[in-house]
């Protein structure tokens, strides 16, 4: 639930109302003519003095009630009738070894690439609020982290928790393109694409991504492929009898293959060698894929004036009477 004035301009008269109160405190008080007034002030005490403005509060107070009803505090709630399918995504990434290269920055701080794949997936998924998003997670296996879901939440959780070497340390493509496909070939919706992110070459699984790329195609499938690091050896961090130091290692990007399976699948491929270039990837395909959502917006209020206007036509009467009994003045 949400909280909102319909009409907001209207409190703008309270500053009304506290000009009155003003007013009301300065101006001189109507009173009798009287010699010795020292002792009549004596007489009304500090007791007599605070009664006097009970009205003026109790005024103040109803007006200030009054202006809020009528701005109309509502609470509310919006719903969504989402009248057309978006785009059905399948993420496939790659958690092998060669993610551990320390080649990515974030914060001016060098991360490994599967830190920085994770924090622009992240980013990519909160954009895609109206589509379907599934994910699979490879390196010498290739298994299904989640099926295609609108719950961004779980996704969100399932990528951070994502680990190097999860699904082994080798590189299995072909497998990954092609349990990808598997969950987008049976589902209709105007538009289904398979993205791809590797930093390696295809050495494990029993298929081929060239084979696997074809397959996926024949349903329709687009296929984008993002070959991610550095061009030369890559930073690691490894552990030796003397600490932990970096050393420098190549890691072999297929880049080839990624461009034929890219080619066959009728998308496109893309070289990432830093964190600023993938978050520019994945903005690229974020307009490339969009497809036109007939959202129908219900907004359901309960208005909450009654809760103000009450009470304020509670203590107008109080002031009236008041005013006119125990509080009264003279002349």
Not at 56 to 72: F, G, K, W
Not at 249 to 260: A, F, G, I, S, W
Not at 268 to 276: I, L, S
Request: overall charge positive.
């Amino acid at each position: 639930m949400m909280f909102r004035f319909a009409y907001p301009s209207v409190l703008f008269l309270l500053f009304a109302v506290v000009g009155w109160l003003v007013y009301a405190r300065l101006k001189r008080p109507p009173g009798v003519t009287y010699s010795l007034t020292s002792k009549l002030a004596r007489v009304a005490g500090a007791e007599g003095r605070f009664a006097a403005l009970i009205p003026v509060i109790l005024r103040a107070l109803c007006l200030t009630l009054l202006i809020i009803s009528a701005a109309r505090p509502q609470l509310y709630n919006v719903s969504r009738d989402v009248r057309s399918p978006g785009v059905d995504i399948m993420l496939c990434l790659d958690t092998s070894g060669s993610m551990k290269a320390l080649d990515f920055q974030l914060d001016g701080k060098p991360v490994t690439r599967l830190t920085a794949l994770k924090k622009v997936t992240g980013d990519f998924i909160r954009k895609r609020e109206m589509d379907r998003i599934g994910l699979v997670v490879f390196g010498g296996e290739a298994f299904t982290q989640s099926p295609l879901t609108m719950d961004k939440g779980l996704l969100l959780g399932l990528v951070d928790k994502m680990k190097i070497g999860m699904a082994g340390d080798m590189t299995a493509i072909g497998d990954a393109v092609a349990i990808s496909g598997k969950r987008l070939k049976d589902i209709k919706a105007k538009s289904r694409i398979l993205i791809l992110l590797t930093d390696g070459r295809n050495n494990a699984g029993e298929i081929t991504p060239e084979a696997a790329a074809e397959a996926v195609h024949v349903f329709g499938i687009k296929i984008y492929t993002i070959g991610i690091g550095g061009k030369g050896p890559a930073p690691f961090r490894v552990k030796s009898l003397f600490g932990t130091r970096i050393v420098y290692q190549r890691v072999d990007l297929d880049e080839e293959t990624l461009k034929k399976v890219a080619h066959t699948g009728g998308g496109e491929y893309f070289r990432a060698t830093d964190t600023k270039r993938l978050s520019e990837i994945y903005h690229i395909i974020d307009r490339q894929e969009k497809t036109e959502i007939k959202v129908k917006e219900f907004f359901h209020f309960r208005e909450l004036y009654p809760y103000f206007l009450i009470p304020a036509l509670i203590m107008f009467c109080l002031e009236i009477f008041l005013r006119t009994t125990i509080l009264r003045v003279l002349p």
